[in-house]
Structure formats: structure tokens, C-alpha cells
């Protein structure tokens, strides 16, 4: 540790905007968990100092921080001027316009990296891909070209990105839920996974992942990983899936190499497909960390089940009025649940595997509105009380 105090002030609700908002504040969690203060919800309004020399902030809130150093980092902006000065075409995202060739409005001029758009291979439209192993892709079609007449192509990205924050990595690829309902997308479906990356014998890591399907095909729009186990692998199986067309149906029985040391049995990326299945075939019916918190805050009142065991409750609990009830006990103990067959259940555990179990036995027994929140106690991106 370097005994420097750092807070982090985002104008929007969130860090990391690439991601949907639960997983972002999962991330946002760990940061504040290695001694980092964020502030959301809230801009700088100015800079303050003495003689020319900072001494603190000025929030738009009206809040004031002191500070010996600032960073400002608002993102990029593709700087096209000399490109306009030479009346080469620039597009309505402010970057070049680019053919497949990487091939300006001029002939003789080719142009890659952050300056350009492309094509996002998933809506279509186009799009700033500020990456740096996209500027390399493009610098060698470019340069394929203009050594031999445009014989490569490019054909446009799908956003792929990562980024290491303390322990954790967050990662995504396509499009998130935020980004595929701005652009019409509305007939989606998306589940949670949480789980290790391999055994825990093997030092296993926590993963986890949103995925974002089309729910009439299964076709895969989108990926999202965070944690300190191994979401680059994560992220880089999804976004060959997406752009070989794949559907949840395609994915489920991907033939992946195992070993103990690597992954488990039922690679995580794999499971996660299995979950999206069993949500779309109905054999599951999924809730969000989000939308229960939103019932709760409305003042509902569902059964909330917590199906671990007494030292795991004791050890860390959610403390939003659940019952403990656990899954060994589950069949024996089934008139200590609700006697409306119809009321709300919520089942979880630590990741709800076992969750999962519970709401099997529960419909088997005759409740008909039983659900799973999915990713479990791991996936909660709210405030515990233990």
C-alpha cells in the first residue's frame, strides 16, 4: 500500500459503462473493498486552489474534496482534423469513414486505429472501436492492401474489451442490456451465473457472468464478466460465439478442454449456457438481484428463502428479511413455508446452485410461483448486513 487516499468521481450511475449496471457495481464493490472511495451520481463542477496550486474539488453537489493531484479521465474523441482539411469523408460518429479495405473517400489514403468507424457486426450500425488490438488488425489489412490492390478485408467488431481493476477483471463482448434496448432491441433474455472458474481444490476464483440472448432464437447478443478468476477466457469464448452466429442451443455441448487445473467439468462458459436454456425451455424461472431489491423497495413482500446452512448464514447473509431454511432439511421442513401455494418464493444460496435445487422441490411440492435469483449472495450488488 502507498498510503495514497483516492476517490473516484463518475458523473453517471456507474464505473465502467460498458458493463449493465448490477455487474459495474459488483466491480465498484472490490474498489471500495481495497480502501478506494467512488462517487457516482455526480460531475465536478471546479477545481480549487492557491496560488496556482490544487488544493481540492468542487463537486456538482456541492461537495468539496481536497486533493494534491487530479486525474482527468473523460474518454477519447477521434481527432480527424487534418482528415477534413483534406476533404476526406468523415462520418457521423466524428470518425473517418472506412471501407472494408480500410480505404478512405480518397483512394491513395488508407486510415486505422482510433481515428476511423466501423461497422458493428451485430446491429450494423457504425461505431467508434477505440481498441488496440483492433488497430493492429486493421493496420495489417491496411497494409496488406495498399501493397497489393485491396485482396484483405476487415469486417467491422463487435467491442470486445477488458480491464484489470485491483483483482478483478471486467470484461464484455457485443452488447449489454443498456445498449440493446437503446438501439430496439427488446425481445431479449438474460441470466446471471455465478461460480468458480475451476475446483476449489485447484485455488478456484469467482466468475461472474450476464449473458444477453435473443429469446425467440437463442442467438447470442451479448457478455459480461467480472471478477478474480479467469474472465478473459470468459470473454474471448463468447465473442467467437457471437461472431460464428451461435445460439444457446449451438453452445451447450462445446466440446472445451479440461483439466482440474483449468477449468471445471462444466466450463463456466458452458453453464451459463445451460442456465440460458433452462430459462428459455422453462425449466427455470429466473429473478434478478435487481428486481428483487425493486420489490422490496416497492414494499412487496415475497418469501425469501436462504438455503444454506447456519455457519454459511453466520458467516455472511443478505439481511433483507429472508428465512433460513436449509436445503437438507428442505423436504422435511416444507410446512414451515407459506400455505398459499401461489404466493412469491425467492430462492438463493451463496451462488443459488442450490438455490436451484430448492425451487425444483418447491414446484414439485405444489407451489406454482417459485423463482431463483440468480448468481445468488455473490451477485448481489447491494450493501450486506453481514
Known sequence: MAGIEITVVELLPQLLTFLDWELAKLVEGHIKAKGANVITDNGIAAFL?????????????????????????????????LARETGI??????????????????????????????????????????????????????????ASSNTATFPGTIQTGICKVFDYAAGSTGLSVSSARRLGYNDIETVINASPDKPGFMNGLLLVTKLTVNKKTG???????VGPGNVSKQIAQWAMAIQGGLSVEQII??????????????????????IMQNKLKKRMFGISSVEVKTKLNRGEKPFLLDIRGPDEYESMRLGIGETLLPLGALRKRLH????????????????????????????????????LMEGGIMAWPYSREK
Open 49 to 81: 486552489g492557491n496560488n496556482g496550486v490544487l488544493t481540492g474539488i468542487k463537486l456538482q453537489n456541492g461537495t468539496e474534496l481536497s486533493c494534491e493531484l487530479a486525474v482527468v479521465a473523460v474518454g477519447v474523441t477521434p481527432n480527424v482534423k
Open 253 to 274: 455441448n462445446s466440446d472445451l478442454p479440461y483439466a482440474p487445473p483449468f477449468s471445471l467439468a462444466i466450463d463456466h462458459f458452458i453453464a451459463t449456457a445451460h
Open 336 to 371: 414451515e413455508l407459506p400455505e398459499d401455494k401461489d404466493r412469491e418464493i425467492i430462492c438463493y444460496c451463496k451462488i443459488s446452485l442450490r438455490g436451484y435445487e430448492a425451487s425444483l422441490v418447491l414446484r414439485a411440492n405444489g407451489w406454482r410461483n417459485v423463482k
Open 219 to 225: 442467438k447470442i447478443f451479448g457478455a459480461q464478466c
Open 89 to 146: 469523408t468523415i462520418g457521423e460518429t466524428g470518425g473517418i469513414v472506412v471501407d472494408e479495405y480500410m480505404q478512405t473517400s480518397d483512394p491513395n489514403i488508407y486510415a486505422i486505429g482510433d481515428c476511423i468507424e466501423l461497422k458493428n457486426l451485430i446491429t450494423g450500425r457504425k461505431v467508434l472501436a477505440p481498441y488496440g488490438d483492433l488497430a493492429n488488425l486493421e493496420g495489417r489489412v491496411a497494409g496488406e492492401n495498399a
